[in-house]
Nanobody
Framework: QMQLVESGGDVVQPGGSLRLTCVASGFDLEHYAVSWFRQAPGQERLFVGAITDDGLKTYFAASVKDRFTISRDNAKNTVWLSMNSLKPEDTDVYYC????????????????WGQGTQVTVSS
């Protein structure tokens, strides 16, 4: 059974940093690109960034570009989202997702999701 589990969410002050972790089980993550999305209550799930299966390319939403990075270790079946210079507007539940059809920026394109991890940026 393919499963994704996120962790690392926390309460942090503006300007702070967090690193979110996404661990896959039941499948080899090395065959898949992985994306991160965010979602506020009652709102649609929005694209944050993505990393290709080989880790050579990353893509980001304009709102987080230059502040967030994504990395992966396929041997550990793990992807990380490093978040720097956090702002109150970054507050959301963050999800990692995998699609059977590659990369996409729309949540409907994804087949597997983790349970999410809450990030709160507040003073």
């Amino acid at each position: 059974q393919m499963q994704l589990v996120e962790s690392g969410g926390d309460v942090v002050q503006p300007g702070g940093s967090l690193r979110l972790t996404c661990v896959a089980s039941g499948f080899d993550l090395e065959h898949y690109a992985v994306s991160w999305f965010r979602q506020a209550p009652g709102q649609e799930r929005l694209f944050v960034g993505a990393i290709t299966d080989d880790g050579l390319k990353t893509y980001f939403a304009a709102s987080v570009k230059d502040r967030f990075t994504i990395s992966r270790d396929n041997a550990k079946n793990t992807v990380w989202l490093s978040m720097n210079s956090l702002k109150p507007e970054d507050t959301d539940v963050y999800y990692c997702g995998v699609s059977n059809y590659g990369l996409g920026t729309q949540s409907y394109q994804y087949d597997y999701w983790g349970q999410g991890t809450q990030v709160t940026v507040s003073s």
